[in-house]
C-alpha cells in the first residue's frame, strides 16, 4: 500500500510567520504535489513537482514556495502567513510517466488542517 | 475558470437505491477522468477513471458514464450504502505533458438508511 503521510493534522500560526509542511512518500514515486482544499473551491493545485530539486507552479502558487531535497520528501513552505491561507493542504504522490504508467493516479496524505490567526 | 463543475453541491439518496453524481467540463483537451471520494479528515482516496477512448468504465457497484460531445461524466453507485456517504470528487487530465489534475468542487453524498 501506498502511505502518503503529512507532519502535522493540525496547525496554528500567527500572521507573518514562517511555516513549514512537510510531506513524505514510501513508495518511490517521482511525482508529489500539494493542493488546498476549501469549500465550494474543491481541491486547488499549489505546486508539483516531477523529480528531485524540480518544481513546477500550480494554479494558486502565489504566498507559497517548496522544496523537494529528496525524492521522497516535498515540503510547502508559506514565506509570511496570512489569514487567507487558512485551509486544509493535502500532499500527494503518482508513481510517474518515466514508467510507462500513463494513467496511474494520485494517492493522498491525510491532510494538515492549518489556522492562521 | 471553473474548468470542471460539479453543480451539485450535496445529494442524499435513499439507502440501497442509486446514486448519481454528476460532472461537467469546459476544457476539449482533457481525456482521462477520476473520481475520488473523501470522507472528513482524511485525504482523497481513488475510486474510478475512465479515459476519453470509452463511455464507460464499471467496477463492482461503481460506474462511470462519460459523453465526450456534451462534456459531460456522471458516477452511478448501484445500490448506495450508508458507507458511500462522503464528498466527491471528478478530476480530469490530460493525456500528454504533465499529470497535473484539475478537480471540481466537489458533492456531498448522503445515504438515508
Known sequence: DVKVTQSSRYLVKRTGEKV????????????????????????????????????EKGDIPEGYSVSREKKERFSLILESASTNQTSMYLCASSLGRGRGESQETQYFGPGTRLLVL | DQQVKQNSPSLSVQEGRISILNCDYTNSMFDYFLWYKKYPAEGPTFLISISSIKDKNEDGRFTVFLN??????????????????????????????????????????????
Not at chain 2, 78 to 88: I, L, R
Open chain 1, 20 to 55: 513549514f509542511l512537510e510531506c513524505v512518500q514510501d513508495m518511490d514515486h517521482e511525482n508529489m504535489f500539494w493542493y488546498r482544499q476549501d469549500p465550494g473551491l474543491g481541491l486547488r493545485l499549489i505546486y508539483f513537482s516531477y523529480d528531485v530539486k524540480m518544481k
Open chain 2, 68 to 113: 465526450k460531445s456534451a462534456k459531460h461524466l456522471s458516477l452511478h453507485i448501484v445500490p448506495s450504502q450508508p458507507g458511500d456517504s462522503a464528498v466527491y470528487f471528478c478530476a480530469a487530465r490530460y493525456n500528454f505533458g504533465n499529470e497535473k489534475l484539475t478537480f471540481g468542487t466537489g458533492t456531498r453524498l448522503t445515504i438515508i438508511p
